[in-house]
């Protein structure tokens, strides 16, 4: 069995001990290594007696890491001359892979180790934008003859927006937009205070609140409205979300509350045009793999805090003319609500059009190893490897990656596919 050390304390795991400890690791050891400005940690492990070349181990998780703490120790195999890489992500999951000086590599096969579990290799993904948008809000009185209102979507199935949009699981701030506008078109005087769907990274938001203030002759109508809303509901999503449901509530507030100071008729309308006209969900398929989602979408993210409306979205493809497309069609979209936008991260598409020798000699490794096959996919999300990839045109990138359980590596999976990837560096499947 080989060694795969369990090197950070749940407790305490991030992206800086991580960084820390891949770094002391090498150190200790007395190899080559730096951390750049942006924190990108850069090893070199010189050949032991293994094939001429040079390889790159990449990786930004815990389940990487384990794997390349292995790596770093080990003095029993005969490798070559290997660069170790290990890149960070921001609070905004900008991962600084971007900000790297990739001409200090000198590796042509790269293997990127953040792929989800052992039994697939990743051999392409999807590009991916993540979309910012923004508007000031003035806060002005409510109607003299308006009342506060609660309104609630939530019982939604969820999921994440890369692996399971393709099921067309319901979005939560989408209805709440659908429903919100249909009412301001019937009673345009209506006052948005706010919107809020906390939703985390890659997640479809199965729940979304609103604040507004409505006519108080008007209340029979919305209850109403709200009563066919849940009605059509169940009609448009019996399968993926059978739970769904609405609540309007009509709370007992002071007047004087600033939490529930309304802002003005013309913003509320912009925002909720926006919210209305913006694309969500799988837009298409794949010619050559119908059963993979092409470009998808997702609101992920609203909030309303003091004076700043902000929401954030995706947009993912496997070609990058559509991604731009669609990006550019929320950027007009946002234009014409005037409401700020900005794109904070932008993945290029990741495809591989031939099999690669060093896919192939996994895939013999893999086999020779474990005695089984190991399948090839595509991600409909966004992998780092495309950024190498760009960068070094000659290069040739798989990307592999261990079990794990809420980003926890399985210890006998690291230790499965650390088998494999000794037996693929010392190049016995050659």
């Known amino acids: 069995m080989v060694n795969c050390p369990i090197i950070i304390d749940p407790e305490r795991d991030d992206l800086r001990s991580l960084s820390e400890y891949i770094l002391s690791c090498a150190k200790v050891r007395g190899f080559y290594a730096e951390q750049d400005p942006f924190g990108n940690v850069l090893v070199r492990k010189p050949a032991s007696g293994g094939p001429e070349g040079c390889c790159l181990l990449h990786g930004y998780t815990l389940p990487a890491a384990s794997i390349m703490a292995a790596v770093l120790q080990d003095t029993s195999h005969a490798l070559p001359e290997l660069e170790i890489l290990f890149t960070k992500r921001d609070k905004n999951d900008r991962t600084s892979a971007w900000d790297f000086d990739m001409s200090k590599l000198k590796s042509k096969h790269m293997i990127n180790l953040d792929a989800p579990g052992e039994e697939a290799i990743v051999s392409s993904c999807s590009g991916f934008a993540r979309l910012q948008f923004e508007t000031t809000i003035h806060h002005v009185e409510p109607a003299a003859n308006a009342i506060p209102v609660n309104v609630r979507i939530f019982g939604l199935t969820g999921g994440n927006s890369a692996t399971e949009i393709q099921k067309g699981n319901a979005n939560a701030i989408k209805l709440m937009g659908e429903f919100l506008f249909d009412w301001y078109n019937f009673s345009i005087d209506t006052q948005l205070v706010g919107i809020w769907s906390d939703a985390l990274t890659n997640t479809i938001p199965n729940e979304c609140y609103a604040k507004l203030w409505i006519r108080q002759d008007l209340r029979e109508n919305l209850d109403r409205g709200a009563w066919w809303f849940g009605e059509d509901l169940s009609k448009r999503f019996p399968h993926s979300d059978p739970y769904a449901e609405i609540q309007v509530t009509y709370p007992m507030i002071d007047r004087s509350d600033r939490t529930w100071s309304p802002m003005s008729v013309d913003e ?47 947009v993912r493809s496997f070609d990058d003319d559509q991604k731009d497309a669609l990006r550019d069609k929320y950027e007009l979209l946002a234009e014409l609500n005037r409401i700020d936008f900005i794109s904070i991260g932008d993945f290029p598409c990741w495809n591989h059009k031939n099999v690669s020798d060093l896919q192939r000699r996994y895939e013999e490794a893999y086999q020779s190893c474990l005695g089984k096959t190991v399948s090839v996919i595509g991600l409909h999300e966004e992998q780092e490897p495309i950024l190498f990839v760009r960068a070094i045109p000659e290069l040739e990138a798989i990307s592999i990656g261990v079990n794990h359980n809420d980003g926890w590596p399985d210890e006998e999976s690291a230790q499965r596919i650390l088998m494999v990837l000794y037996s693929l560096l010392e190049d016995r499947t050659a």
């Not at 925002?271 to 006209?277: H, K």
């Not at 298409?284 to 989602?293: G, I």
């Not at 998808?296 to 409306?309: M, P, Y």
């Open 268 to 314: 509320t309308g912009r925002i909720l045009s926006f919210l209305n006209l913006c694309p969500v969900g799988m837009i298409n398929r794949r010619q050559d793999h119908f059963d993979e989602v092409e470009t998808s979408c997702n609101l992920q993210k609203v909030d309303t805090l003091e004076d700043r409306w902000n929401l954030s979205a995706t």
